[in-house]
């Protein structure tokens, strides 16, 4: 893994943890340095998208013809970015406040599926957001495979850094009568909503997910 340049005691060099984390997440952002835009400037790119992680590298989806989730991303280095947070720290000072958060960075090189590896993978992407979904819905189209693209960012190690701020927090070296303490903060499902077109009743894969509390 990466080493931290400042507050080093908070990275983790567990690969267990890292993985952990990353399974509990479904949201990052791809970063990209010097992209030519259509405008003709070169300027950073940076791309929020959904992700899982399967064994050892991070899976993301996009249009085949959409830029660094594209094919036209084969052989970009990249940083991926993986934030949560957990707590609100409310210090006697503003400028002792802080977050409790677990984040995780990712460098690398993204390589696209190969297009006969899409279908597998796309799948997989499915099952691993929403476990037992594919089973409840119909098969993806070719036209669908064709128009989708998968590309993937090995975790290796040497290229990874997760760091977690937590614990309690710190009694002051001067006297305040300030309030003092963490607040926590939590993303949790909320009741499944129906579409108003839909007759069908709510399945497994959504109950269940729903029943894991979020992250």
Do not use: C
């Given at each position: 893994m990466e080493k931290v340049t400042r507050k080093y005691g908070r990275q983790s060099t567990a690969r267990a943890a890292l993985e952990e984390f990353l399974d509990g997440q479904w949201w990052g952002v791809l970063s990209v340095g010097d992209v030519a835009r259509p405008n003709g400037k070169i300027r950073p790119l940076a791309v929020p998208t959904l992700f899982v992680r399967h064994e050892d590298r991070i899976l993301i989806h996009g249009s085949t013809g959409a830029g660094t989730l594209g094919v036209k991303g084969a052989g970009r280095q990249v940083a991926f970015c993986v934030t949560a947070m957990d707590a609100l720290v409310v210090a006697h000072s503003t400028f002792d406040s802080s977050v409790h958060y677990r984040s995780a960075v990712i460098y690398g090189e993204v390589q696209p599926a190969e297009r006969e590896d899409r279908e597998a993978l796309l799948g997989r992407f499915s099952e691993l957001l929403i476990p037992g979904r594919t089973a409840e819905v119909?098969?993806?189209?070719?036209?669908?495979?064709?128009?989708?693209?998968?590309?993937?960012?090995?975790?290796?190690?040497?290229?990874?850094?997760?760091?977690?701020?937590?614990?309690?927090?710190?009694?002051?070296?001067?006297?305040?009568?300030?309030?003092?303490?963490?607040?926590?903060?939590?993303?949790?499902?909320?009741?499944?909503?129906?579409?108003?077109?839909?007759?069908?009743?709510?399945?497994?894969?959504?109950?269940?997910?729903?029943?894991?509390?979020?992250?």
């Open positions: 119909r098969a993806m189209l070719p036209k669908e495979i064709a128009a989708t693209n998968v590309i993937s960012l090995p975790i290796v190690d040497g290229d990874w850094v997760y760091k977690v701020n937590g614990g309690p927090l710190a009694e002051p070296d001067e006297e305040t009568t300030a309030w003092a303490g963490i607040v926590p903060f939590s993303v949790t499902y909320g009741e499944p909503q129906r579409a108003e077109w839909s007759t069908a009743e709510l399945p497994d894969s959504v109950r269940a997910m729903v029943a894991t509390g979020g992250t």
